[in-house]
């Protein structure tokens, strides 16, 4: 074992899921006419334990990191575009910037490997292993102790986190490319399948991505590890979120997930510690077409398909008021017979 785990332990309790599942039957309305939002009130009740969950003070950490891989082509923007998002996330200009304050989530954004020094800001993390990863094409992203040292920086930053609820977003171009080789590695699906435009590629620019990636994963044999494999494909930021989702779900908080870049993390996380998807809600399906065979793997039901591929967390903080409606639901509707109605259907 080369890391330390906090102990995850197992959620299923079919006690509490059977409490859960009468509290939302006794709500008044016709049974299960709340739909979805009935699924997800049951999935929050049982990460949080609780059949009146409250989610409390709400953060959203967007990790940010660079890729040697860019020198190839594999993006339609350059590399300088990382750094400059990070600066607009941190002066309030970028989606995810709006959207987190329209939300009341506190946003932090953390520079996990950004080839680019910046000023210290109060809302800025450095944990930079590394200004940009290796050119993944010719050998290993970056080194086993450099993929560690990222991991643990993530189990650090959410140790130091208030509240019971984390979302996460990225920034860092290139990571499209990474996150079709983890899945293209970790799942065995052909790159030609779970490739896409990523920030805007045009198809000419697709086929020469997939050429690219095909010798990223030549270079780069398959041991059978997931932390080879992040090592070796991965992205600095994306190996910060392995850290994150570890401890997050070590500490029962409730991780909502945003696209195909955070998604390749979580499948990372996953085979490191399986019991991480249970303290999962996924925010939506992302446009990029790797992002689909992902959540076929996890079993996952995305709350919102609305063509969204931007990352930064955008998708995760637009689905959170679902999550809060959901808790509203459980803790608030009368029951069939605090209210005084008539539950029977004739
Ligand atoms: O989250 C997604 O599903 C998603 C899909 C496509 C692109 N992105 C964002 O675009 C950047 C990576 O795209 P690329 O083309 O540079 O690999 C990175 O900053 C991501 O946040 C994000
Ligand atoms: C402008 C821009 C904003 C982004 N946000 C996340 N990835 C991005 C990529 C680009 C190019």
Known sequence: MRL????????????????????????????????ALEHLALEIGMIRKST???????????????????????????QDVTWQMVENFLAGGAAV?????????ALTVVDCGVAHDFAPREAL????VAPGTADCSQGPAMTMEQCLQAIRNGQELVRGLPGNALMLGEMGIGNTSSASLLLARLHGVDLVDCTGAGTGLNSEGVQRKIAVLREALAANPDT????????????????????????AAAEDRVLLIDGVIVTSALLVAAKIEPRVLQRCIYSHRSGEPGHQYMLEA?????LLDWGMRLGEGSGAAIAWPLLESACTMLRDMASFASAGVDGQAV
């Open 52 to 78: 009146r969950p409250v989610l409390e003070q709400p953060q959203m950490v967007v990790f940010a990191g660079d890729h040697g891989l860019v020198k190839r082509g594999v993006s339609a923007f350059p």
């Open 224 to 247: 059978g590890d997931a932390l080879d494999a992040l090592a070796s494909l991965g992205g600095f930021e994306i190996a910060t979120m392995v850290g994150a989702m570890l401890q």
């Open 97 to 105: 910037s709006v959207l987190a304050k329209q939300h009341g989530i």
């Open 4 to 35: 330390d785990l906090d102990p995850v332990l197992d959620l299923e309790n079919a006690e509490l899921r059977a409490a859960l599942q009468r509290a939302i039957d006794q709500k008044t309305k016709p049974l299960g006419s709340l739909g």
């Open 125 to 128: 993390r450095v944990c930079k």
């Open 298 to 302: 996890l079993k996952a039901r995305p």
